[in-house]
């Protein structure tokens, strides 16, 4: 399967085959089809598994292909108008009223022509600066990148109203892509058009919906966002040949303007954590649920229903392990997909020599192992995940709380690609920082992501880090935009091997090298550990999930995994490597290393994630 065979044009695959994508992942091949075809969609999948370009790619199809048709309509228009002076000059009767109403008509379409064709909502700035950098990179050649605008909070306000008005080089955005706050006030204000949009996406949906401040946003710009579609039909250019208009009349589907939030506009709904289960939350912002699932809303050819289609995903759909296999072998750049070695790219440095031998040898996944796997027991007072989450996560399902537990347990299991590695490694509070400095040297990480609970503590993270000779720098919510934006570039770019960052870098940010993510101390909650996790391990990429915990911590941390569905392996840094953890003493959650055994340096591959 090719993303021709998707109805993706023949321009944006050139686009995609120019960034190495010629096929696509699973999300992408069950959400595009229905995106491009109007349906009102529901996408959740595992973090890292291609989410992003999922909505971003027919978003951008079909705003491209509505703006060249509006803009078609318009010079037709025009030439029409044109042509009136001279049928007037000849003496035809009403001939001055029929040129009226034909420039009436020609300039209507002129400003439909300039209209917003699809707004994009993030909860952060840095994953909206990431949404828009991926939309402009589909753009073709021939398009200026002014068609992707970002409004978001921190920006100047003077100059975001300029651009949406046409003042960066006097394009007109066809998508805007923000953050809750902005888009709301610039829609208030008037200077954001868009009420005939007819396109809405709420990204990282969950979030926007369980937080006051943006649950109130994102209700003001979905009472705006495609309020005059379905009126203004007339007006709006048609889909490509094999898509249905989302602004077409809804004469038998029950989604007239009155009865459908947005009127005919297409709503799209994405995140990793989305409950299937609970998509009625959401009928506020797009069409009620009706468990239709993607096959069926596919087969169905009825996309004037305002049913809304659910694509949802598992972490072993979501990242096939032939797709991951390669990934791996890539990562390495060994062998290839028929070969049935995979080498681990994440390797402890001070081991790389000794170690060739014995890799070489491995089988995968199920080769003998000195670690000690450890899955605690769960904790009865592990923080609530959400609105329906059980604060008890027993399996047992003879009582309602337990099976209230497995409902939700059941739900975060898939968030999570398969592939990552979780480990842990015992440490008082006070030596964290430099259990996780040592852990970065013996892993190899070329770019970790440290996480912490506050601010403040973020900073004192990044001094410590500073004064062991170790490139660092920290994400907060105290920088401005232009600050967060240049670290991230930065850290993308290798500028830094360690990223100090709080929870608000957890939520979609696209870190496609980050090879390993570090946890000091615990995660809030499970929901919390996952979307930390998932910046590590993107599209396959290997990665490894590391936490630094007390052994007063650790029964909470077991809680988290279950509640995930992963496995723990306990390890331990010694002598620049990785050290099997019967090769250490525990007292008190410190570590005393004993002198160890005549064994082979550990590596990253020995607690790799076992088969099941």
Not at 285 to 308: H, Y
Not at 370 to 379: F, G, K, L, M, Q
Not at 467 to 485: D, F, K, T
């Amino acid at each position: 399967m090719d993303f021709g065979s998707l109805g993706v044009t023949p321009a944006l695959q050139a686009q995609l085959a120019a960034r190495g994508l010629r096929q696509p992942l699973p999300v992408q091949a069950a959400a595009v089809p229905l995106v491009l075809s109007g349906r009102d969609v529901a996408i959740k999948s595992c973090t890292g598994s291609g989410k992003t370009l999922a909505f971003v790619l027919p978003v951008i199809q079909l705003a491209l292909q509505r703006r060249a048709a509006a803009e078609a309509a318009a010079a037709a228009a025009a030439a029409v108008a044109a042509s009136g002076p001279s049928a007037a000059a000849a003496g035809e009767p009403a001939a001055a009223s029929v040129t009226a109403a034909a420039r009436s008509r020609a300039t209507a379409l002129k400003q439909a022509a300039r209209g917003v064709q699809a707004v994009i909502v993030a909860p952060s700035r840095e994953l909206g600066i990431q949404i828009q950098r991926a939309a402009q990179e589909l753009l073709p050649p021939s398009a200026p990148r002014q068609l992707v605008q970002q409004v978001i909070g921190g920006a100047n306000l003077k100059r975001q109203a300029a651009a949406l008005s046409g003042g960066e080089a006097g394009v007109w955005p066809a998508v805007v892509v923000g953050s809750p706050g902005r888009l709301a006030d610039l829609v208030q204000r008037g200077v954001l058009a868009v009420w005939s949009c007819p396109v809405l996406v709420l990204d990282e949906v969950d979030t926007l919906l369980a937080h006051d401040d943006f649950r109130s946003n994102v209700d003001t710009i979905a009472s705006h966002v495609g309020r005059r579609v379905a009126a203004a039909a007339t007006g709006t250019p048609p889909p490509p040949p094999a898509a249905v208009a989302p602004a077409a009349s809804s004469s038998g589907s029950g989604s007239g303007s009155g009865s459908s939030p947005g009127g005919g506009r297409q709503t799209v709904l994405v995140s990793a954590s989305l409950d299937p289960q609970r998509l009625e939350a959401y009928s506020r912002w797009c069409a009620q649920p009706a468990a239709a699932d993607a096959g069926a809303a596919a087969a169905s050819g009825d996309a004037r229903s305002r049913q809304l289609a659910l694509v949802a995903l598992d972490s072993t759909a979501a990242l096939p392990e032939q797709y991951l296999r390669q990934q791996l072998l890539r990562a390495q750049g060994v062998g290839g997909p028929e070969s049935g070695e995979v080498k681990v790219a994440l390797r402890p440095t001070a081991a790389a020599a000794s170690d060739e031998a014995e890799l070489a040898r491995s089988d995968g996944p199920g080769a003998p192992s000195r670690d000690t796997t450890h899955t605690p027991s769960p904790s009865p007072d592990l923080p609530s995940t959400g609105p329906n989450s059980s604060n008890r996560d027993s399996t047992d399902t003879s009582t309602g709380s337990g099976t209230d537990a497995t409902t939700a347990s059941s739900r975060l299991a898939g968030i999570l690609p398969p592939h990552l590695a979780h480990v842990y490694v015992l440490s008082p509070a006070e030596h964290r920082t430099d259990r996780a400095r040592r852990l970065i040297h013996a892993l190899g990480a070329e770019r970790a992501l440290v996480f912490v609970g506050r601010g403040n503590q973020a900073m004192v993270t990044k001094y410590k880090l500073e004064a062991r000779n170790m490139e660092v720098s920290v994400l907060h919510g105290q920088l401005s935009r232009l600050e967060r934006s240049n670290i991230v570039a930065a850290f993308r770019r290798g500028a830094f091997r360690a990223l100090v960052a709080t929870d608000l870098a957890a939520r979609g940010l696209d870190l496609p090298d980050c090879d390993a993510v570090i946890n000091l101390g615990l995660a809030p909650d499970a929901l919390a550990y996952a979307h930390r996790a998932g910046r590590a391990g993107r599209a396959g990429a290997p990665g490894v999930v590391a936490s630094v915990v007390s052994r007063a911590e650790l029964r909470a941390l077991g809680a988290a995994a279950a509640r995930l569905g992963v496995t723990l392996q306990a390890i331990s840094v010694a002598h620049g490597s990785i050290a099997p953890q019967d090769q250490v003493d525990q007292d008190g959650g410190e570590e005393t290393v004993r002198e160890p055994a005549q064994t082979a340096p550990r590596t990253r591959r020995d607690f790799r994630p076992k088969s099941q």
